[in-house]
């Protein structure tokens, strides 16, 4: 009996205690996600264009964090007021992609390098360009939907 219940004991613990890996994805859902991805990716840039804080950040998770180009972490709020203060400022946004690069990791997450430019034109009338902008964005399915978890921006400071 008493092997009987370490037996039993001893593969309750191995089979439904044990850890289990996040599944990879296959390479034909890695083809599908990165349409997908480049799809809302794609939505980022236009509403980043247009300026509109509110339609930019519907492909965001409401949990995501933030590194902004200053160094700073933020929480979705204040990134949005961030971003609400710098349209605010501008008269024009044209946004450029030069390039995308995806990383799959398992459990449904995919890492999204965005590489780009910026050309800003204030309300001032000045003009400026930020040549090399980059974004790292983490996305994974939330409802269905990918969603960005999280946002890394990197650039350096605007010319003229």
Request: glycine share 4%; with cysteine; proline share 2%.
């Amino acid at each position: 009996m008493k092997t009987i219940n370490l037996i039993t004991l001893t593969w309750f613990i191995f089979s439904g205690c044990a850890s289990q890996e996040p599944v990879k994805m296959t390479l034909q859902e890695q083809d599908t996600a990165k349409k997908e991805i480049s799809a809302v990716v794609k939505l980022i840039i236009q509403n980043l264009e247009k300026m509109d804080v509110e339609a930019l950040f519907q492909s965001y998770s409401d949990s995501s964090d933030f590194f902004t180009t200053d160094g700073s972490m933020v929480n979705l709020q204040v990134f949005k007021n961030h971003n609400a203060a710098w349209f605010n400022s501008l008269a024009a946004l044209k946004v450029t992609t030069s390039s995308e690069y995806y990383r799959f990791l398992p459990g449904n997450t995919v890492i999204c390098s965005w590489i780009g430019k910026l050309e800003m034109t204030l309300k001032s009338g000045e003009q400026l360009k930020n040549n090399k902008f980059g974004i790292t964005y983490i996305f994974r399915i939330i409802d269905n939907k990918w969603k960005v978890i999280h946002q890394h921006a990197s650039a350096l400071p605007p010319t003229q």
